[in-house]
Nanobody, 129 residues
Framework: QVQLVESGGGLVQAGGSLRLSCAAS????????MGWFRQAPGKEREFVAAISRSGSSTDYADSVKGRFAISRDNAKNTVYLQMNSLKPEDTANYYC??????????????????????WGQGIQVTVSS
């Protein structure tokens, strides 16, 4: 079992920045690919960003590319999402997710929420215009 706890959300004006953190416990953190997803009211949960086991490789949704940055600190069992140039359409509940992998990215899709086994409780990010 892996427990994930997000922090760092809140209310910010458009153009501002926030950094989300996700602290993991329970298993060897470096065995897991980590992802961030978000869900706005009335919408499907969507992929935002993912990072490989060692942190050597990252991937982003087109909607956040160039504005968001995912990183991890395996010594601290924590993954981060730095969000810059925030827009009102970034308003959503943000979720941290983990999936076990035998290699840096594994063979399954990093974009599909169904491929992730463990989830945090989510944290609200609200961007005002």
């Amino acid at each position: 079992q892996v427990q994930l706890v997000e922090s760092g959300g809140g209310l910010v004006q458009a153009g501002g920045s926030l950094r989300l953190s996700c602290a993991a416990s329970g298993r060897t953190f470096s065995w897991y690919i980590m992802g961030w997803f978000r869900q706005a009211p009335g919408k499907e949960r969507e992929f935002v960003a993912a990072i490989s086991r060692s942190g050597s490789s990252t991937d982003y949704a087109d909607s956040v590319k160039g504005r968001f940055a995912i990183s991890r600190d395996n010594a601290k069992n924590t993954v981060y999402l730095q969000m810059n140039s925030l827009k009102p359409e970034d308003t959503a509940n943000y979720y941290c997710a983990a999936r076990f992998s035998l290699s840096e990215w594994g063979t399954n899709s990093r974009y599909q929420k169904e491929e992730y086994t463990y989830w945090g409780q989510g944290i609200q990010v609200t961007v005002s215009s």
